[in-house]
């Protein structure tokens, strides 16, 4: 039996409620077995729902079963007990670096298997002996074998720690539920480690839930990467087919040009060299005629002259043809002018629709992005703004390097500008923001307006034109010290959640994915407070309008955040 014993393994015969060798086993109808009274303490906690269930694989059972004992195991488990021992201590029954020793071994120290929360020492299983065999240990709480036996024992009583208390959620003794945890709801530590275990239960099944929810997501997002790049290339290979025949079409037009242009010159080359041909032949004719006058001007015979000049003509053009119009510049120069304006039509053409190629590219073909959950997500996409004063109303006062504007007790005499807002309290910042931005304002005394706004927004006035909130245009969050609300396109809706002291907002804008949101900033961390979804078509410019109420509030103010 020792022999056999040997090569059994303890932890099959260990209760999995207290985690001690088993004592009066008994065996679930799921093939699970505990000790008798641990079970029976586990399922009295569970009388109220009248449903049972197995604290190792959660199987229930409607009614409560009857539990009887297994013999058969409670007599391995005694035999174990007794004959454990026999066998020659294994060189791995040592204990080595890292190893829980006994407390009582001389020289080499074996490995301890149990420790004891009463004698607060460790013991290898030839020294644990005596609690198993002595009723002078039976009371004894013994655990798995470990080096911090101080961290199970009450530090204020000395006593091992057997209850849990609820209340205060921690690990206490039998004496301190009859002092400073009196009153307080308790049970025994393995009730609590039922209900731990439940809870832990609960959770793991909520973390699967998400790690579900996340792996459909990444999936989902592999696709989308997967279209998204084979979307790109086919894109790629059309635009490059589609350029290729553009290129070919304006090399085929060139060509086209180029040869009329040399046919035009041939034709026009060949006739005037016909017409040099003529001209020279007429000036040899006028020159042979020019010398036979020549000669005949110095005959000093006068009837031989007198003859001769009867058969020749008296006006020299007689004979010949008409005279050539020559241009005195002769050139291809509106034809060039055309070419050159076909070129600039053509580049005027391109950038039109490159811009148009750019806004489709970077609006349309935008992949999914997970949202920033944490204050540090957020600050991956922190921008520094700055208070534009020429659209400060003169109502308001700009400090701190044009980053805290004030309901203004100086009334600053702010020249006149056409951006400036000219009766509403309102003052814009310099930046124009796309992409994926994040800031922070402070706000204090009365409230403030916090948002964004496209340029276009009316500054002279009093109309919803003009209003923060009150028009298509911007978006806007109000704080006050009682309330938040948001406001576009003049609707407002009130958030049921309140400041909590916390005076400060953070913005998160998504311009690609139309996602404007607002957050509370607090040492808890970010609330989210609403998320606007919108088609962005512009620009947008954060705004904030300082709030006085119905009474002159110089406190009234806004500051913009510096983010690290």
């Known amino acids: 039996m020792a022999e056999a014993s040997s090569a059994l393994d303890p932890n099959q015969f260990r209760c999995q409620i207290c985690l001690d060798q088993l004592k009066d086993p008994v065996t679930t109808a799921c093939g699970h077995s505990y000790c008798m009274s641990c079970i ?28 009887y004992r297994n013999t058969i195991l409670a007599e391995v488990v005694e035999k174990l007990k007794k004959t454990g021992l026999q066998a020659a201590t294994p060189v791995d029954h040592y204990a080595g670096p890292g190893d829980v020793e006994c407390d009582v071994c001389t020289g080499r120290k074996h490995k301890a298997v149990k420790s004891c929360l009463v004698c607060l020492a460790s013991y290898c299983e030839t020294h644990l002996q005596p609690h198993y065999e002595s009723t002078a240990f039976k009371k004894h709480k013994l655990t798995d074998a470990t080096g911090r036996l101080q961290d199970k024992v009450c530090s204020q009583h000395d006593k091992p720690l057997e209850v849990y208390c609820r209340t205060d959620q921690q690990c206490i003794c039998y004496p301190c539920t009859m002092d400073e945890h009196r009153g307080h709801e308790t049970v025994s530590a393995a009730a609590g480690w039922v209900e731990r275990q439940k809870q832990i239960g609960e959770t793991q099944k909520e973390f699967q839930q998400r790690i579900q929810t996340r792996e459909k997501e990444l999936q989902e997002l592999r696709e989308t990467v997967a279209s998204f790049r084979g979307s790109a290339q086919s894109a790629v290979q059309d635009s490059e087919r589609i350029f290729t025949e553009m290129i070919r079409s304006i090399e085929r037009r060139r060509s086209e040009v180029t040869q009329l242009i040399r046919d035009q010159e041939k034709a026009e080359v060949s006739q005037a060299e016909g017409d040099m041909e003529r001209l020279k032949q007429e000036i040899d004719e006028l020159k042979r005629r020019h010398s036979e006058l020549e000669q005949l001007s110095h005959t000093e015979d006068h009837i031989h002259f007198l003859q001769r000049c009867q058969g020749l003509p008296v006006v020299p053009e007689a004979g010949f043809g008409p005279r050539i119009s020559v241009s005195p510049r002769c050139s291809f120069e509106n034809v060039r002018k055309v070419v050159s304006e076909l070129k600039d039509q053509l580049e005027n053409g391109c950038e039109k629709k490159t811009a148009e190629i750019h806004h489709t590219v970077t609006k349309d073909a935008v992949l999914p992005v997970l949202m ?152 808890d961390g970010l609330t989210l407070l609403y998320s606007f979804t919108s088609s962005f078509t512009e620009p947008l410019c954060p705004g904030f309008r300082v709030y006085s109420g119905l009474f002159f509030n110089p406190n009234s103010s806004v500051s913009l955040c510096m983010l690290g």
Not at 48 to 65: D, E, G, K
Not at 380 to 408: F, H, I, M
Not at 490 to 500: E, F, L, M, W
Request: charged letters at 20%; proline letters at 7%.
């Open 40 to 67: 029976k303490s586990c399922w009295d906690q569970e009388d109220c729902l009248a449903v049972y269930s197995c604290p190792h694989c959660r199987q229930t059972f409607i009614p409560r079963p009857v539990l």
């Open 372 to 523: 920033p959950r944490t204050r540090a997500e957020f600050l991956q996409y922190s921008c520094q703004l700055t208070l534009d004063p020429n659209t400060a109303s003169r109502l308001l006062s700009l400090s701190e390097g044009n980053r805290k504007v004030t309901w203004g007790a100086d009334w600053p005499l702010y020249p006149d500008h056409p951006e400036r807002f000219d009766w509403s309290p309102q003052v814009l910042c310099r930046e124009s923001l796309t992409g994926r931005c994040y800031w922070e304002a402070e706000w204090s005394g009365g409230g403030a307006w916090i948002g964004v706004t496209y340029k276009g927004i009316g500054r002279k006035g009093v109309s919803d034109d003009c209003g923060l909130g009150d028009n298509d245009k911007s978006w806007m969050l109000f704080c006050s010290p009682d309330s938040y609300s948001v406001r576009h396109n003049n609707k407002q809706t009130v958030i049921p959640i309140k400041p909590s002291g916390s005076c400060r907002v953070g913005v998160y804008l998504d311009w690609a994915a139309g996602t404007l949101s607002f957050y509370r900033v607090s040492s």
